[in-house]
């Protein structure tokens, strides 16, 4: 059975809670799914996953949040070969902010930096249209599930 890892960046639990949504619906199609709330680049690196899936909001002015800092300054510090490695980004915020989706973005331009190659567009949930995060996510992992499989 594949394996994906989601691995979430919040502040509000958000994030988290979208990863919590969409999670049954990559098991109904065969993956093997871990939720990562305080990951660590060796969730990524030492055990590669399969598909790496990112849920990453943005907090302070185009910051990370806090329970990702310890894997996002790692990746920035001492990068990583991720050559080979799938995934998949949706970045979450506010589109008052001008660095809307921030974190997502740089983190985005970060995994492809190191070789990661993204299956499908970022997806970007704007809390100012789309106040419940899950709802816009749910549609947009049922398209995404199939470019997976190709
Ligand atoms: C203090 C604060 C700072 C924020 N800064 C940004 C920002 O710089 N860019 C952005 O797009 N959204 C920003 N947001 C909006 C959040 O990213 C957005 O509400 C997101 O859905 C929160 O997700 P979470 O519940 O996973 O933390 C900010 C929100 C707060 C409360």
Redesign the pocket.
Known sequence: MPNLKIF???????????AEQISPLFEQAGFDVEIFEQPTLDDLTVERPDVALF?I???????Y?GNFMEFANALHEKGADLNGLRYGLI??????????????RKFDALLQEYGATRVGERFE???MEDYM?DEAALPWAETWIPELKR
């Open positions: 979430v960046a919040t502040v509000y639990g958000g994030a988290l809670d979208v849920c909001s943005t907090t302070g002015s185009g910051d949040p970045a979450m915020g506010d589109s008052s902010y001008d660095t809307f989706c921030g974190a997502g949930i704007d809390a995060a």
